[in-house]
Each structure stands twice: as structure tokens, then as C-alpha cells.
């Protein structure tokens, strides 16, 4: 059964901003929430910003899934365009990447958090895995989207969110997703296919020491997986986290501008 389409947000503010950049946000995000620090490459490319189901302006899914997203970017890929991912949307941008070669002309992972692709090879992430999925696994108790937020955060020193109705809405399907630590990613395609590639972390070093211990090593070092098994640049951000495309944006945009030209 065909689906209704996705929400895609189109920034384009220069007449030679032809060049097609699709963007693919993170959980407890949408697409130009993620991305509004990226709104200044649009002079000179076109930005498409796609809400995941569940997210944003996109149609409701019962549950959010990283397949579903590589099929939604699949068909938004169209004859081509560079493709990002951030966090969550590395998975389905990792998936489409792995089955359509021929309509990628650029790929940008951010944060990528594919850890279950890397569980067998580094002991470090295998562990980090045991413990998210203690935390967030389907021995959680049910909780409201507020409780979500505040449990996503205050354990780990981060800043409690506004409870905006669009946040309340992507805590909701954020409850629900299929994980995307356990995403298996065929890697080897990737690197086969000779467009160039970049995977982006964040040093972590000014992180607060329980979410860097709980996550942070794990990312640092999927990212140096990822990265090596599909033959990409990867480049860490200093003074950033998991959102060093917000955190750093003029470092990060200048990244992004390089691979795409």
C-alpha cells in the first residue's frame, strides 16, 4: 500500500542554488529544526528538509522505522542529490546509500548511532549497547512524551527542553521507534560506490561526564567504524557534542560546502 508522501521543506535562496542536498534529521527533532543552522548553504544549494514520519509536519506511523525512512529517502532522491544524516537519520541515509548508488552524489553522516553495525568488532560499543538498551529498552515503564524528555535528560546533565507541541509530538514517536542502535547496515556497498563521503562527531570534551560515559564514547567510536568501513573522511568537531552541525555550525557548514562542490 502506497503511503501518503513525507513532508520536505525546500530552502532555496540563491538563483544558482540548483545543486539538491536532502537532509535527514535525528530523533526528537524535524527537519528544520535539525537542520536551521544549514539554512545559510542555501544561496548557493538546494536544501530539501525531510520530516520523518511521525515528525515534523509528515503523516503519523504507529511505529517510527529506519527502513521506512530509506524508502521515504529513496523516493525523494529522485535522479540524484547529496544526502545527510544525522544521529537516527544516519540509519535510513546509511540504508538508501547501501541500495541506491547510482542517485547519491555526496554522503554526510552526523553522529552516526548505527552502534549494533559495530557491536561485534569494538568492545567498547558492544558494552555501550547493554546499558541503552537497559535504559530504553522495552522494560521501560510508560510514560507521557514530558516524562520521556525529562528522563532523556536529567540523568545525563543535559538542559530539560521546552515542551514545545511539536517537541511533545516527536517525544511520542520517539517512544515508539524502532531503535536505531540495533540497525544492521550493509557497509561494503558503500564503500564500493565512489562518491565521496564524510562522517562528522563531535570531540565530546566539553560534555557532561555521565552522557559522555553513557553515549558519547559509543559515537565517538561508531563514527571511527562507520567511517572506516565505507572509506570516508571523518572529521571531529571541537566544542561539540552530538549536534555539531548546531553546536559548530560555521565548522560544519564549511565541511558540508567542501563535499558538495
Same mark, same amino acid.
Given at each position: 500500500m502506497r503511503r501518503e508522501p513525507?513532508?520536505?521543506?525546500?530552502?532555496?535562496?540563491?538563483?544558482?542554488?540548483?545543486d539538491r542536498v536532502l537532509l535527514v534529521h535525528g530523533t526528537l527533532s524535524w527537519g528544520t529544526d535539525c537542520f536551521r543552522e544549514q539554512r545559510p548553504l542555501a544561496t548557493e544549494f538546494r536544501l530539501?528538509?525531510?520530516?520523518?514520519?511521525?515528525?515534523?509536519?509528515?503523516?503519523?506511523?504507529?511505529?517510527?522505522?529506519?527502513?521506512?525512512?530509506?524508502?521515504d529517502i529513496a523516493e525523494l532522491l529522485g535522479g540524484g542529490a547529496h544526502l545527510?544524516?544525522?544521529? @537516527?537519520? #544516519?540509519a535510513g541515509a546509511l540504508l538508501a546509500a547501501a541500495q541506491l548508488p547510482g542517485s547519491i552524489r555526496s554522503l554526510a553522516l552526523i553522529e552516526?548511532?548505527?552502534?549494533?553495525?559495530a557491536e561485534d568488532d569494538v568492545p567498547q560499543i558492544a558494552a555501550a549497547l547493554k546499558r541503552i538498551r537497559a535504559a530504553f529498552g522495552e522494560q521501560l515503564e510508560p510514560m507521557s512524551p514530558e516524562e520521556y524528555l525529562c528522563y532523556s535528560t536529567d540523568d545525563y546533565g543535559l538542559p530539560r527542553p521546552e515542551f514545545t507541541p511539536?517537541?511533545?509530538?516527536?517525544?511520542?514517536s520517539a517512544m515508539a521507534e524502532r531503535p536505531a542502535w540495533d540497525a544492521m547496515i550493509p557497509l561494503a556497498p558503500i564503500r564500493a560506490a565512489d562518491y565521496p563521503k564524510l562522517v562528522?562527531?563531535?570531540?565530546?570534551?566539553?560534555?557532561?561526564?555521565? @552522557?559522555? #560515559?553513557?553515549i558519547g564514547e559509543a559515537l565517538l567510536a561508531c563514527g571511527a567504524f562507520v567511517a572506516e568501513r565505507i572509506g570516508a573522511r571523518r572529521v571531529l568537531v571541537p566544542g561539540a557534542v552530538h549536534a555539531p552541525h548546531q553546536e559548530q555550525p560555521e565548522v560544519v557548514n564549511g565541511l558540508l560546502a567542501e563535499l558538495w562542490a
Open positions: 513525507v513532508r520536505v521543506t525546500v530552502w532555496q535562496d540563491g538563483t544558482a542554488a540548483t530539501e528538509l525531510m520530516d520523518r514520519r511521525g515528525f515534523g509536519a509528515s503523516p503519523d506511523i504507529e511505529h517510527s522505522d529506519y527502513e521506512v525512512d530509506a524508502e545527510v544524516g544525522h544521529s @537516527y537519520g #544516519a552516526p548511532s548505527v552502534l549494533h553495525t511539536e517537541l511533545l509530538r516527536a517525544a511520542a562528522v562527531n563531535g570531540s565530546w570534551e566539553t560534555a557532561a561526564p555521565d @552522557y559522555r #560515559a553513557f
